[in-house]
T-cell receptor, first 111, second 115 residues
């Protein structure tokens, strides 16, 4: 059974600071995704990581993937209040197209 | 882009009634769609995989008679919550794959409240 864990579950950080969210998964997978969810809303796609060593950046967010360690990171640089949301990583089960979500990280950025 | 439309966005129903939620891929054909359930402040739990022209595949612990899924065309999947009870109240989200490199596209979600 594929398990996907994130840490921390909750992150309160000051504007301007940097931090990293970690996503570990339990079995081999080819693709990893990061999503953002605002309260009461559906998911917004942030990154699709397709291969070992993949790194993608968009604004203050950067995601990376290490398939050998079964680890992905989402790094936040110089956080701003608008980044406050819940962030999910998700991993597809090889051979099935099923997407299994991580536990989620609720990020709160304060002045 | 790939757009998935889901409606209704919000529905309140009485216990014992049935509710149908629709998920449409607007600008691509989706042979496979997925249905998720999300409790407040929790992650998304995969309920079932909806396959066009065949029976849905349910995840362990999901009652197939309670959550009826129909995928009658390449652009439409429906989830019917039958004989709804308050414990079925939740946020339901559908998704579809356009292709493996494009990734998954999610519907806007349906907030179901059973009173």
């Amino acid at each position: 059974e594929l398990k996907v864990e994130q840490n921390p579950l909750f992150l309160s950080m000051q504007e301007g600071k940097n931090y990293t969210i970690y996503c570990n998964y339990s079995t081999t997978s080819d693709r990893l995704y990061w999503y953002r969810q605002d309260p009461g809303k559906s998911l917004e796609s942030l990154f699709v990581l397709l291969s070992n060593g993949a790194v993608k950046q968009e604004g203050r967010l950067m995601a990376s993937l290490d398939t050998k360690a079964r680890l992905s990171t989402l790094h936040i640089t110089a956080a701003v209040h608008d980044l406050s949301a819940t962030y999910f990583c998700a991993v597809d089960m090889r051979g099935t197209d099923k997407l299994i979500f991580g536990t989620g990280t609720r990020l709160q950025v304060f002045p | 882009g790939a757009v998935v439309s889901q409606h209704p966005s919000r529905v309140i129903c009485k216990s014992g009634t049935s509710v149908k939620i629709e998920c449409r891929s607007l600008d691509f054909q989706a042979t496979t769609m997925f249905w998720y359930r999300q409790f407040p402040k929790k992650s998304l739990m995969l309920m079932a995989t909806s396959n066009e022209g065949s029976k849905a595949t349910y995840e362990q612990g999901v009652e197939k008679d309670k959550f009826l899924i129909n995928h009658a065309s390449l652009t439409l999947s429906t989830l019917t919550v039958t004989s709804a009870h308050p414990e079925d109240s939740s946020f339901y989200i559908c998704s579809a794959i356009r292709d493996s490199s494009y990734g998954y596209t999610f519907g806007s979600g349906t907030r179901l409240t059973v009173v």
